[in-house]
């Protein structure tokens, strides 16, 4: 009897069983859907980068050199020169020579036969040298470029895209945040914090992509342009002259090409449908 008293006293302790734990809500799981004029921009603005890619390799075929400053010819040093010696294809950066024969200088087209250019045909648009149509493939697609930016930032202040997703917060800043970010995605961890659509690197990413590489785009096509500098010469005076706009032109432009190249490799190996049906339709499972 004593037993059972004890075994009844509220003094002592009483086992609880412990909850099951909580399975998150699909509504705090990162949201990928994107506002209509986020996914219309989007896909213009891939077109549009593609088709700037390839018509400004076949403007560059008509001059492969790139120097720093005001003036360039080929009697001034280029610090960057896709050029051919004989049947032999190079890529001179700086005092480095490398031998590129069969991709960059010489190469063999769809026929066999073997061209000098600095980017093959199939890199290039059009596939045929020709500086008139390169330039104009250049320029039309330049204003689908220039414009889509210009109205994808006043839309994304207005709908809180920019607010909402690539925003850093004031503890994402902080270097160990950002290094934590960084050995994730070493590791192919791409965890985001609760509500927030991107981790710091990716917001990083995006941040730099859109408010600094594209605008530089833009500025420096402007700067490098005869019209424009005949007309507007601060434009190329802010960059140190048309030869420098030219090769910061030249940089950023690679540099956005392996950006997208890298964004698609990600998007593969993590979550692609649920990534793509966000930039698409819009809408979430």
Known sequence: MTDMIAALDPAEPVA????????????????????????????????????????????????????????GNRDEPAW???????????????????DTTGVLGVYRDGEGQMRSRAFPGWATIPGDYSLADGRH???FFAWFFAFGLLFFMAFSLFN???????AMRAAEWHPRALWRTIVDHA????????????????????????FVMLPLMIVTGLAMSPGTDAALHFPSMMFGGRQTARSIHFIIAWSLIGFMLLHVALVIVHKPLTLLRGMTIGHRR
């Open 80 to 98: 960057l020169e896709i050029g051919q010696q004989g049947s032999r294809g190079y890529l001179s950066i700086g005092s480095t020579q490398i």
């Open 160 to 166: 809180g895209h920019i607010r909402g997703m690539i």
């Open 137 to 139: 493939w250049h320029f």
């Open 187 to 210: 590791r192919f961890d791409f965890h985001t914090a609760p509500g927030e659509a991107y981790n710091p690197l990716q917001k990083l990413s995006y941040i730099a992509v859109i």
């Open 16 to 71: 609880v069983p412990q909850a099951a734990p909580e399975i998150a809500s699909p509504a705090s799981e990162p949201n990928h859907s994107h506002a209509l004029t986020t996914r219309i921009w989007h896909w213009v603005n891939l077109v549009s980068l593609i088709t700037l890619f390839m018509s400004g390799l076949m403007i560059f075929n008509a001059h492969p050199r790139l120097y720093w400053g005001e003036y």
